[in-house]
């Protein structure tokens, strides 16, 4: 069984302040772990994902995430947030072909 | 992108009719999923298909059923949709299962009423 904890439900942050976004994930099994943002009325997109080799992953729009395999964490972080960057963020997990899906954080900038 | 369309984008229906969601890839992906996008919930499998006239159940198939007669076409059908069934549908598709990127389309949104 695998499962993924996104523990912040919303994440206010001033717009050029960095951010960071939490995901922990349990599993039995190696894994592949991904974040897709989704904004609004629209579907999910790929933001970045971990397959192997270095532990720090760059993404699109700025975005990077450390996998941690002691901590089981993949957090998802950027340095300077844009009022664009306003969406709802999903860690996902993927062990034995089973895509499992976290909760959700609703990142809001602030101007 | 896949080059997936899901129609309808918008339906209000009442308890206890069908209802079909349709989804249309265009990119010849084995793989194609329905989800169900929640408050709280994230998003959840309900079905999906790892060939034509191949599909297995997800993690809250009960009261949904699906069909894939063409590559293409992927059919989420509400066999008598219920209130709680109110919700956005995502379908996604994928060249492979296991380590590939989904790709979604733009979602359903149903409500029963």
């Known amino acids: 069984a695998q499962s993924v904890t996104q523990l912040d439900s919303q994440v206010p942050v001033f717009e050029e302040a960095p951010v960071e976004l939490r995901c922990n994930y349990s599993?039995?099994?190696?894994?592949?772990l991904f974040w897709y943002v989704q904004y609004p009325n629209q579907g999910l997109q790929l933001l970045l994902k971990?397959?192997?080799?270095?532990?720090l992953v760059k993404g699109i729009n700025g975005f990077e995430a450390e996998f941690n395999k002691s901590q089981t964490s993949f957090h998802l972080r950027k340095p300077s947030v844009h009022i664009s960057d306003t969406a709802e963020y999903f860690c996902?997990?993927?062990?034995?072909?089973?895509?499992?899906f976290g909760t959700g954080t609703k990142l809001q900038v602030i101007p | 992108d896949a080059g997936i369309t899901q129609s309808p984008r918008h339906k209000v229906t009442e308890t206890g009719t069908p209802v079909t969601l349709r989804c249309h890839q265009t990119?010849?992906?084995?793989?194609m999923y329905w989800y169900r996008q929640d408050p709280g919930h994230g998003l959840r499998l309900i079905h999906y298909s790892y060939g034509v006239k191949d599909t297995d159940k997800g993690e809250v198939s009960d009261g949904y059923s699906v069909s894939r007669s063409k590559t293409e076409d992927f059919l989420l059908t509400l066999e008598s949709a219920t209130s709680s069934q109110t919700s956005v549908y995502f379908c996604a598709t994928a060249v492979e299962s296991g380590a590939n990127v989904l790709t979604f389309g733009a979602g359903s949104r149903l409500t029963v009423l």
């Open positions: 996902a997990v993927v062990g034995y072909q089973k895509v499992t």
């Open positions: 971990y397959l192997s080799g270095s532990t």
């Open positions: 599993s039995s099994v190696s894994v592949y």
């Open positions: 990119e010849n992906h084995r793989y």
